[in-house]
């Protein structure tokens, strides 16, 4: 039930998205350039998101390419 409910939510939210240029067209079209590049935004925020937080910092220090991190006898 949860996961069908959430399903319809992000269709609905993607549908919103493709038709919000479309429908800021009828206003001019400043909104529709604004409402891009908001969109750009979003879409760059959450590639940095998962690019960042993807690796854990844990493995960094222990990964055997990590000679000169703070675990090195060095």
């Not at 039930?1 to 919103?16: D, E, F, P, Q, R």
Request: aromatic content about 6%.
């Amino acid at each position: 039930m949860k996961n069908s409910k959430n399903l319809a939510l992000y269709i609905v939210g993607i549908i919103a998205v493709l038709a919000l240029p479309l429908l800021l067209q009828m206003q001019g079209n400043a909104w529709v350039r604004i409402a891009d590049i908001a969109l750009l935004y979003v879409l760059l925020a959450l590639g940095l998101n998962i690019v960042v937080a993807t690796p854990a910092c844990s493995t960094w220090a222990t990964s055997p390419s990590s000679r000169w991190g703070p675990t090195s006898s060095r």
